[in-house]
């Protein structure tokens, strides 16, 4: 299994750009999320997922839109990039029901000049 | 709304044991872990404990739950320079999963 894999690992991209942040998983999840880490902070949900076709809204969706189209891809769109989305995105995803690791992608380091 | 905090920096000498805190305010938290993250890394889930338990004991890893102080703690043993990382403590509650995470206490440890 390759677990979560996120592309790409590095992107720049000038304010008021579009791009789609890539996230699989291989371990038929239902749930995945993603979260954002500013630099010397904690992660912060953006959105998450509990199964195909249904997604919600987590601390900090401003600027940000997702889909769920299948149980293993989770991507997140930022429509018109602005400087404060400077940051790094981590994808995650696990089992449903009880306690379960949630399991981290490698990340995607984004710089919005 | 939910919050969790932690101190920023620790430094202990290798061989020492390292003591790191947490504070949490969601009183409905079911699940409360300790997330290790190297430089340029993603996160690694080093422990959990399950919040109706006091203490969890994992090799060199000791995890201290005081649910009546919202206080979790992470004792590392024979702390290594391998051990060197930011740690982060997290929460979650409900069926979702969502995890609160604090934000993050860096470890530092010299030879």
């Known amino acids: 299994n390759a677990g979560v894999t996120q592309t790409p690992k590095f992107r720049i991209l000038k304010i008021g750009q579009s791009m789609t942040l890539q996230c699989t998983q291989d371990?038929?999840?239902?749930?995945m999320y993603w979260y954002r880490q500013d630099p010397g902070m904690g992660l912060k949900l953006i959105y998450y997922?509990?199964?195909?076709?249904?997604?919600d809204k987590g601390e900090v969706p401003n600027g940000y839109n997702v889909s769920r189209s299948t149980t293993e891809d989770f991507p997140l769109r930022l429509e018109l990039a602005a400087p404060s989305q400077t940051s790094v995105y981590f994808c995650?995803?696990?089992?449903?029901?009880?306690?379960?690791?949630?399991?981290f992608g490698p990340g995607t380091r984004l710089t919005v000049l | 709304g939910e919050d969790v905090e932690q101190s920023l920096f620790l430094s202990v000498r290798e061989g020492d044991s390292s003591v790191i805190n947490c504070t949490y305010t969601?009183?409905?938290?079911?699940?409360l872990y300790w997330y290790k993250q190297e430089p340029g890394a993603g996160l690694q889930l080093l422990t959990y404990?399950?919040?109706?338990?006091d203490m969890k004991q994992d090799q060199r890893l000791t995890v201290l739950l005081n649910k009546k102080d919202k206080h979790l703690s992470l004792r590392i043993a024979d702390t290594q320079t391998g051990d060197s990382a930011i740690y982060f403590c997290?929460?979650?509650?409900?069926?979702?999963?969502?995890?609160?995470f604090g934000q993050g206490t860096t470890l530092q440890v010299k030879p």
């Open positions: 997922s509990v199964g195909a076709g249904i997604t």
């Open positions: 997290a929460e979650s509650s409900g069926n979702t999963g969502k995890l609160i």
């Open positions: 371990m038929n999840h239902n749930y």
């Open positions: 969601d009183s409905s938290s079911t699940y």
């Open positions: 404990i399950f919040s109706n338990m």
């Open positions: 995650a995803s696990r089992f449903t029901d009880g306690y379960n690791e949630q399991f």
